[in-house]
């Protein structure tokens, strides 16, 4: 009988101490303020489907009401985004922010900043955020057009290995969007060898619904969630709707239309204009 009791103290205990194991994952608590400081993704990342949103409905499909602080603006590079620091984040006084530069910084070209600039730059962002109490998560730069060998993303490659560097250094939360992006392209690409055409994105640059799930599962994971509270936040998502072209879908029926477009080697738009002239073709 002694025996038995224990053993139910002790699996009782367990049980808890998993519970407990499992909410204190989650570094993001109610009530919180969460900035999103950035570009024309970050600002876009804040639509129906944007990754910001996709981010704030899983914590609260998991029990935690926080609140947003949308900080993308258009055309932004590191120097725009640290003049602009104080005013769109730091009087707003979030607990985290996640800091997301670099694709205008070299895609800009004469116009970018220079990697020893946006050092610079980034370095004060990040010591301005953490002097201020707010806790940074740094996001790797993504991908400029879908090919890891084009030269954008050749030069990119040391202006993210800045911020691997620079996310140890300051003890900020790295979040390396850039390898998810290319890992994710690249198991499509070996399903279907033949593929052409944006996977992850609209443009090669600004994400379409696929690159804003990916964006914001590497948050929510860097944020502590595990795969089975990622898993409920999804079943939230599949059932947000969004306008695409002249209609509205779901995230699932976009979803659907991915796969039946990669099956035939095709990106959503070619498989969607494809499904558009044989329409026509047949009235």
């Given at each position: 009988m002694f025996k038995m009791k224990s053993l139910h103290v002790v699996l009782c205990g367990a049980l808890l101490l998993s519970a407990s194991a499992l909410s204190a994952q989650i570094t993001v608590k109610s009530g919180e303020k969460i900035a999103f400081l950035g570009d024309s993704i970050t600002q876009q990342g804040n639509w129906e489907s944007g990754y910001i949103n996709l981010v704030m409905s899983a914590l609260e499909a998991n029990g935690i009401k926080a609140v947003k602080i949308p900080a993308g603006i258009s055309g932004h590079k590191s120097n725009q985004m640290l003049a602009r620091l104080e005013r769109d984040v730091l009087k707003?006084?979030?607990?985290?922010?996640t800091l997301s530069c670099g694709v205008n910084d070299v895609w800009h070209g004469r116009r970018g900043?220079?990697?020893?600039?946006?050092?610079?730059n980034i370095t004060e962002i990040v010591d301005k955020a953490q002097a201020a109490g707010i806790k940074v998560y740094i996001l790797t730069s993504t991908m400029i057009y879908e090919n890891p060998d084009h030269a954008n993303n050749r030069k990119l490659a040391a202006y993210n290995d800045f911020l691997r560097s620079l996310?140890?250094?300051?003890?900020?939360?790295?979040?390396d969007l850039n390898a998810d992006m290319q890992k994710q392209i690249a198991e499509i690409k070996a399903k279907h060898p033949k593929i052409k055409g944006n996977l992850l994105t609209v443009d090669g640059v600004h994400m379409n619904v696929l690159g804003n799930i990916m964006m914001a599962e590497g948050i929510l994971r860097a944020f502590g969630l595990n795969g089975e509270q990622i898993a409920k936040a999804e079943a939230v998502w599949d059932k947000k709707t969004f306008p695409q072209g002249f209609m509205r879908l779901t995230v699932k029926e976009y979803k659907t239309l991915s796969e039946k477009a990669f099956k035939v080697n095709k990106s959503v738009p070619d498989?969607?204009?494809?499904?558009?002239k044989k329409d026509a073709q047949a009235r």
């Open positions: 707003k006084k979030p607990q985290i922010m900043v220079s990697l020893e600039d946006y050092r610079k996310a140890k250094e300051k003890n900020c939360v790295l979040v498989y969607v204009t494809g499904l558009a």
